[in-house]
């Protein structure tokens, strides 16, 4: 077993003869809201937003980008576990702010191994061989934080299996002072657009 894995484990060992009565939490989020955020290891939703294991429905994924799974991850939240707000959370200093399609495509078509990164952008140091299927993948990067916030709840906003009743939060975490900065042209593109009645 690797040293990681031991930790894990004993961890996990820890936890689970103090887990009490949370075995009978119930399987809707007790504050009916989700958040989708970032996959960054810098950010704790549940220390950001005061959540308690039970709260909320959070939502991640690689710069916190509204792909098709996220959608589907929020629909299922709101139709069958009753969410009824939403919060779009992106962050200061994201990787995915470092590199566009073409460079991740180049990346992968070298080889699978780990990149580097320095000041002079992302570089390949693997033998090979790689694959040309990276082409194919729209990496959903980062050219403008603000601006991709507003995109994304407008993205939620305007899909078709998404109600109108539903209110969308447009946020960006700062990662150099823990505050969440509210990104008011989000919150406008994300206001509840239909009667709840």
């Given at each position: 077993?690797?040293s ?67 959608i ?36 992968l078509e ?32 980062i050219?403008?934080r ?33 505050r ?7 919150d ?10």
């Amino acid at each position: 077993m690797s040293s990681l894995r031991e930790e894990i484990m004993a961890a996990n060992d820890s936890y689970s003869e103090a887990f009490g009565d949370k075995g009978k939490l119930p399987m809707p989020p007790g504050r009916r809201f989700a958040v989708l955020t970032c996959m960054d290891a810098r950010l704790d939703p549940a220390k950001f937003a005061g959540l308690s294991e039970g709260d909320a429905h959070v939502i991640r994924n690689a710069g916190g980008r509204v792909s098709d799974d996220a959608i589907r991850s929020l629909v299922i939240s709101y139709k069958l576990l009753g969410t009824h707000e939403w919060f779009v959370i992106h962050h200061t200093d994201c990787g995915m702010e470092t590199f566009d399609n073409e460079t991740m495509a180049g990346l992968l078509e070298s080889s699978l191994e780990t990149a580097t990164v320095d000041a002079d952008g992302w570089h390949d140091h693997g033998a090979g061989p790689g694959s040309v299927d990276g082409r194919f993948v729209q990496w959903l990067t980062i050219s403008d934080r603000e601006q991709a916030v507003v995109e994304d709840v407008r993205r939620i906003r305007n899909h078709s299996l998404v109600p109108g009743t539903i209110p969308i939060h447009g946020m960006i975490y700062d990662c150099g002072s823990g505050r969440l900065i509210e990104v008011p042209e989000a919150d406008r593109a994300g206001a509840v657009t239909a009667d709840s009645g």
